[in-house]
């Protein structure tokens, strides 16, 4: 059992819930009208968010009434916290500008539309953020707010995801594709996999670098080389904590794993889970 954190799982018509083993999960808080794609946890706050509204709580289980977020933009699909704030990202349908949400509490919200292909997913690590987006685009911040483009990026390099560990970031995409970077521009060990073996999801354990696709879960010490074990039943988005692997499947399976290859359904709902994260309070 979990003594420092818990798990969150959020996904459709408003499902919020939670638990502190990733077997035994408290009865979904729900709401017909909500959709929440994304969940992060930071400064002993969680924040679900999705297209048009968010909601807050502080342990999992009592959950603030669903608000909507600031008018315009394309909502949030993702959302991490890092250097005090919660930066939430949302692109359209083709990629084009992303909408950046900010808040330090998820009371108050500011927002920032800006151009460029859009940024979908990011991370805090060694006092910068580094994010991965579509046609193959990757940024570094060191405020979330101003981005500095890698260079001489390619629409075939595009990444799903990005972790960061050990002093490197660690990014993963379509057809095994994963590569690492010391500094977040400049990005090496380019290694492609199995055709149609996806990654969506890349982990820093703490340990080692996990990536968990269809078919095959990846394995690195330091995001050069990597070794690759056959998987059963894995999840679409995973997350990791207290030793466990804990992601969700359509629709609406939670899976559970200790060792990132075998994952054992927990939990099956009449609503798909979009997210899943561990909260180490």
């Known amino acids: 059992m979990a003594k420092n954190g818990f798990y969150l799982a959020v996904g459709h018509k408003g499902v919020r819930m939670s638990s502190r083993d ?27 968010a999705g297209k048009n509204d968010y909601s807050v709580t502080k342990d999992g289980k009592n959950w603030s009434k669903a608000q909507s977020l600031p008018k315009g933009g394309n909502g949030i699909g993702f959302i991490t ?26 009371q108050n919200w500011t927002k920032d539309d800006q151009k460029g292909k859009g940024l979908l997913r990011l991370v805090w ?16 911040s060191k405020d979330g707010r101003k981005w500095e483009d890698a260079p001489d990026t390619k629409p075939i390099d595009t990444l799903i995801d990005v972790a ?12 095994g594709l994963r590569m690492s970077s ?19 999801t890349v982990i820093w354990t703490g340990e080692k670098f996990v990536a968990v696709g269809n078919g095959g879960t990846l394995e690195s010490p330091n995001g050069r080389s990597w070794e690759r074990i056959p998987n059963e039943n894995a999840p679409l988005a995973c997350c990791y904590g207290d ?12 899976l559970r794993s200790t060792d990132g290859y075998k994952f ?7 609503n798909h889970i979009e997210a899943i994260i561990y909260a180490e309070a």
């Open 81 to 106: 916290y890092g250097n005090g704030q919660f930066i939430g990202t949302g692109t359209d349908v083709n990629y084009n500008g992303t909408t950046f949400y900010y808040t330090d509490d998820g």
């Open 182 to 200: 010391q500094d977040g521009l400049k990005w090496n060990f380019k290694e492609r996999g199995l055709e149609g073996e996806h990654f969506n």
């Open 125 to 140: 690590g060694d006092n910068q953020y580094v994010a991965v987006g579509g046609s193959g685009r990757i940024a570094r």
């Open 243 to 254: 030793g466990v692997f804990v992601g969700s499947h359509w629709k609406g399976r939670i």
């Open 264 to 270: 054992d359904e927990v939990l099956k709902l009449d």
């Open 164 to 175: 960061y560990g050990d002093g490197t970031y660690v990014g993963v995409g379509l057809h």
């Open 22 to 48: 990733a077997r035994t999960w408290s009865k979904p808080e729900m709401d017909d009208r909500r959709y929440f794609r994304t969940v992060a946890f930071g400064n002993n706050t969680a924040i679900a």
